[in-house]
């Protein structure tokens, strides 16, 4: 298996390097003075020149060529030193060795991004952890039951019940919940608190787990094999238990571990509404403001954390089920 | 069963809407900004938000009377107001401002300081920061104000900038240190007290460079003590204080929380007089008191627009303003309505000094045709504008000087900056658009304007195009995000564009700079305007006193300037607050900096208040009755019913 673990990671190298590539080309093809312009709005030329030039931003974009060395660059000046460097020597190479190293620079406030992300993903998983749990476990239970009572009136309601709190969107869940429980009912803060961001998350997960594992858990029920069992006398619920959801387990595992990484990038909307200083909350204020850093960061986070997702997902199929081989 | 009952009342109970868990015990005020401030550093704090904060952080050597209309500067730190005179240095006579601070002020306890006690402010603090303003590198927002002014500064700025190159390339960090080391010409140390600049031109304005936070003495140690390395948090996270309150806390996108400053100098009272209208608005009550008068003001970053309301009228923000789209259940006719009017809420109005306008390109051909300006300058309805899409939130703009400055006049028409459709349509013709055909292409003039992408505005962008498309005008809007808005305006790619100003400083120079020709070099002439007789004008009342004889040369540039039209005057805003009965009557002041001092709040009012607004209705218990009726009910039948058929 430890092979077959290096193999993926070796695997997902181009697709790094590609997802990288592309972050670059999006976030670099700026005019530097124009990015420069967002940090310091007011500043005059040679301020703005000189940010650029301390943030490696005059340097040449892919290649350092022996011609780079005696051309005027965006920052106004010759930079004979360029010379004497390696021919990548460039943003596009310096970028790379700092984002494998984990060093992803500073904010638009001068904030090192790193230490945001370590402060700011607790709080994440303070509100996608309990929702992530809760959702998984009342939308099991809940599907299960269903399966258990399935064409009866009680699944037909259950069914128009989910597929209506599927169709409903997250902010509609949002302000519903901000305005019944915080600002009606004045039970729960509105602001810097848990609880309301979980139950949203929790309302708008429900509806398309139950949908979906209710329909894993059939489409089990209906096999040969069940048929055998209950055949031989064992009870509805020894089936549900004993059977039909330990078989169900590779689809179950799909969807939850490969949602797992995206535990600690948390929610854009839920975060910036109830003042969760998440990661989420890091995003929008970074699309907001502008800060091409942070966002750069993000969208190369996301691609890092759903390879780690297919990996662990990988992984636990051996786990869940023996006949699974990697090889 | 029973069990479920008990428990469900007691999470009742114990459930508490209060996002700070309890009130802080002692008088703390509870406010809201929409997001972190940039900086706390002075010489950075430039933006209205971070000067918010950080104007009650440092303490400046002077400041503006709270009460006094129109404002007026009074010593602070200072011991008296400045003294002007004359010096020589260098066979060349030079202006001189000089001013002295009081001995024994100390900054707040910080571990930067010897020992971790706060040391004595003294006058090379301030020549500190005079320094720093000229650091390019950090982007000052002092610095514009002293360039070109104060003898020596400009070219201490260059040395600056080649040190920093220097010690980038070299890798040394002591050769930017000993440009501070050395000593700007004009700035000169008296004794450790006093201050004397030496001025290239006679310029009072440098004193509003001292009431601003850039002006605030700035100790070296502890600038280059908070460096960001090291482990230690950078300057603008962590400035050392000497104003009324200090930065006990600051959890990013969280919380910021100010204390009292127990070092502040103990000199400074809240106001003793006042007018008949402030002594009827109850701003005499705490007359005479030692400032600061609360002792923490904690600053929730509420990033949402709907939570600061709803947190405002639960009673967890003391003060707020008023959302677009709650504006009509709040205000009506420029009053209260009846609910808030009950629950004791105060309304406050104030015209920032700012103003809001269109800018001209005059380096683009069509541009320049004038009668083109002033036609396209009547086509706009201001006051349909301002009341459709900012509930009537503004003043119509008759002139770039906004009001409660020196040069505004409440009786003053500008001819072209009012809705005039017959007018508009004979100068679009004399302007040879005649039914505004443009005839190089025998359709619509077409005009572009460049503006910021709000998803937010797009009823307002409908009204500026139909607004102009009366006149068979057609207004290409170019939506664009702020930063390319900005390089546009830099390289003069447009041909109409957005802008504004807010005031600096309360004087008219401030404003009117931004259509002096020179000024086309730098990013305040946005639209390249020049015309010679305003520039004489420019340069004959910016460093006058403010009087009749520079009230006469206002006027002139203000019909120069209507005549020319280089910018479609828009508006200056109106800011409206509300605050709850526990917090003190105050007065909103234009600069809106260093104003937390004053403040007050009755800590018990607000728990009673609070706990009163915040009852679960009855209704909200029969909903749960009902909740749970609903969806337990059928689950329970469906089991019953179907268990006995699977069976």
């Known amino acids: ?327 | 069963m029973r069990a479920g009952v008990i428990f469900f009342a007691l999470f009742l109970a114990a459930c508490n809407n209060n996002p700070y868990g309890q009130f802080p015990p002692g008088k703390v005020i509870m406010s809201n900004l929409p997001d972190d401030p940039r900086t706390l550093d002075p010489a950075r704090v430039g933006d209205t938000q971070s000067n918010a904060i950080a104007s009650n952080l440092h303490d400046t050597p002077f400041e503006y009377y709270y009460l006094k209309r129109p404002l007026e500067i009074k010593p602070a730190m200072a011991v008296s107001m400045p003294r002007t005179g004359a010096a020589v240095s260098g066979g060349t006579q030079y202006r001189t401002f000089e001013f002295s601070i009081k001995k024994g002020m100390r900054y707040a306890d910080d571990s930067c300081f010897a020992g971790g006690k706060g040391r004595e402010i003294k006058i090379d603090d301030i020549i500190f920061a005079v320094k720093r303003a000229a650091d390019n590198s950090i982007d000052p927002f002092g610095l514009p104000l002293l360039s070109g002014k104060v003898l020596g500064f400009d070219e201490y700025t260059t040395r600056l900038e080649k040190a920093h190159a220097e010690e980038a390339e070299k890798r040394d960090s002591s050769i930017v240190s000993k440009v501070f080391d050395s000593e700007i010409p004009g700035v000169r140390k008296l004794d450790d007290y006093t201050l004397q600049l030496l001025l290239t031109e006679d310029y009072p304005q440098i004193i509003f460079f001292f009431t601003l936070t850039t002006g605030s003495p700035q100790p070296r140690e502890c600038v280059e003590y908070y460096n960001g390395r090291n482990g230690r948090p950078a300057y603008d996270r962590h400035p050392a204080t000497s104003g009324a309150f200090r930065l006990k806390e600051w959890h990013s996108n969280y919380r910021i929380v100010l204390a009292r400053n127990p070092n502040y100098r103990s000199d400074d009272f809240y106001p003793r007089e006042g007018t008949e209208e402030d002594k009827a608005n109850g701003l005499l009550l705490a007359a005479g008191r030692q400032l600061p008068i609360v002792d923490e003001i904690w600053i929730q970053i509420i990033k949402a627009g709907p939570p600061v309301w709803t947190l405002f009228d639960q009673g967890y923000l003391d003060r707020a303003g008023i959302p677009l789209e709650v504006f009509n259940q709040v205000v009506l006719n420029q009053e209260l309505t009846p609910e808030f009017k009950e629950r004791g809420t105060r309304l406050d109005t104030e015209i920032d000094q700012a103003t809001y306008y269109w800018v001209f390109n005059l380096t683009d051909p069509v541009m320049k045709n004038k009668k083109l300006r002033q036609a396209l300058s009547l086509m706009l309805d201001r006051r349909e504008m301002l009341e459709r899409f900012f509930n009537g939130r503004g003043v119509p703009a008759m002139s770039i000087i906004p009001p409660g400055m020196e040069g505004y006049e409440d009786e003053y028409k500008n001819p072209y900056a009012a809705y005039d459709p017959d007018r508009a349509r004979v100068l679009l013709a004399e302007a040879g658009y005649p039914g505004g055909i443009d005839p190089a292409t025998g359709r619509a003039l077409r005009v572009s304007f460049t503006l910021t992408n709000s998803p937010g505005s797009t009823s307002l962008y409908a009204f500026y195009r139909s607004s102009f498309e009366k006149f068979n005008v057609d207004l290409k809007l170019e939506e664009a995000d702020w930063p390319t808005v900005l390089q546009k305006k830099y390289k003069k790619e447009f041909q109409i564009i957005v802008g504004g100003w807010h005031a600096d400083y309360p004087d008219p120079q401030n404003f009117l700079q931004l259509l002096y020709g020179p000024n086309t070099a730098s990013s305040y002439n946005e639209g390249s305007y020049r015309n010679p007789t305003y520039d004489s004008l420019y340069l004959q009342m910016k460093n006058m006193p403010p009087g009749p004889a520079r009230l006469a040369i206002i006027r002139k540039m203000k019909e120069i300037v209507a005549d020319d039209t280089p910018v479609i005057m828009q508006f200056h805003p109106i800011t409206y607050g509300l605050s709850h009965p526990w917090f003190s009557p105050f007065k909103t002041h234009p600069t809106n900096s260093n104003q937390l001092k004053f403040r007050d709040l009755d800590p018990e009012k607000r728990k009673t208040l609070v706990a009163q607004w915040n009852r679960m209705p009855l209704a909200g218990y029969l909903l749960f009755a009902f909740l749970i009726l609903v969806l337990v009910l059928p689950v329970v039948i469906a089991v019953r019913k179907y268990s006995r058929r699977l069976r």
């Open chain 1, 1 to 327: 298996m430890l092979t077959y673990i290096i193999r993926r990671i070796i695997y997902t190298l181009p697709i790094w390097i590609g997802v990288y590539g592309i972050t670059f080309a999006l976030f670099h093809m700026r005019d530097p003075i124009a990015i420069a312009r967002v940090h310091m709005p007011q500043a005059p030329d040679a301020a703005l020149k000189a940010w650029v030039r301390n943030n490696n931003l005059h340097l040449p974009r892919f290649v350092n060529l022996p011609a780079d060395a005696d051309t005027v660059l965006v920052d106004g000046k010759k930079h004979p030193e360029l010379a004497s460097k390696s021919i990548f020597y460039s943003q596009f190479f310096l970028g790379f060795r700092e984002i494998i190293t984990f060093d992803f620079g500073v904010d638009k406030n001068r904030q090192p991004i790193s230490e945001s992300i370590a402060e700011r993903a607790p709080y994440s998983l303070s509100v996608m952890l309990p929702a992530f749990l809760i959702t998984v476990t009342l939308s099991v239970v809940m599907s299960l039951f269903l399966a258990y009572f399935r064409e009866t009136g009680l699944d037909v309601g259950a069914v128009l019940i989910t597929v209506a709190m599927m169709s409903i969107p997250v902010p509609v869940y949002l302000l519903l919940c901000n305005w019944g429980f915080g600002k009606y009912l004045k039970l729960v803060p509105v602001y810097n608190h848990v609880l309301l961001p979980i139950l949203v998350s929790v309302l708008a997960g429900l509806g398309g787990q139950v949908r979906f594992y209710r329909t894993v858990f059939l489409e089990q029920i209906e096999q040969d094999y069940i048929r055998t069992a209950r055949a031989k006398g064992v009870s509805e619920s020894g089936i549900l238990f004993k059977h039909v959801l330990p078989n169900s387990l590779i689809p179950i595992l799909t969807s939850v571990v490969m949602s797992l990484p995206f535990l600690i990038t948390g929610s854009l909307i839920l975060e910036h509404f109830f003042g969760i200083p998440g990661m989420g909350d890091m995003m929008y204020t970074a699309i907001y403001s502008q800060d091409f850093q942070v966002i750069k960061v993000m969208v190369y986070l996301g691609a890092f954390l759903y390879m780690i997702g297919a990996l662990l997902t990988d992984i636990s199929y051996i786990l869940a089920d023996p006949r699974v081989v990697l090889e």
